[in-house]
């Protein structure tokens, strides 16, 4: 939801974060902001005509980088184990479950966010 508020107000004021810190590696530019992507043909914005190869994904599309150099990777999350929590009234000598899932994998991108999935 902050990132949400953070997008609208730079809309709204007419300023792109993507491009407004002169990063000149796709590095630089993935850890502006989650919205940034990075174009990764070597002539792309060579032509002076005011193209940045970090800007918002589809501006670069729009300015003529490929799908295939586009480079814009998600963070994501997938549940590796999820077992049911114990009853409270179970005896000892089971395995308690108290925490839900159980294993997680995340591959966060920089910069990036996921909700914790994580319960109990």
Same mark, same amino acid.
């Given at each position: 939801?902050?990132?949400?508020f953070?997008r609208? @107000?730079? @809309?709204?004021?007419g ?28 002539? @792309? ?27 814009s ?45 994580c319960?109990?």
């Amino acid at each position: 939801l902050l990132r949400y508020f953070r997008r609208l @107000f730079l @809309f709204l004021a007419g300023s792109n974060v993507c491009t407004s810190r002169g990063v000149t590696t796709c590095q630089q530019c993935l850890t502006v902001d989650p919205s940034c992507a990075w174009c990764s043909q070597e002539t @792309f914005g060579m032509g002076g005509s005011g193209v940045f190869r970090c800007d918002l994904k589809q501006n670069l599309l729009d300015g003529g980088c490929s799908d295939e150099a586009l480079e814009s990777p998600a963070s994501t999350l997938a549940v590796l184990e999820d077992k049911a929590l114990s009853d409270k009234a179970s005896g000892a000598g089971e395995t308690v479950t108290q925490i839900q899932p159980q294993k997680i994998r995340m591959v966060l991108r920089p910069g990036g966010a996921i909700d914790n999935p994580c319960h109990g």
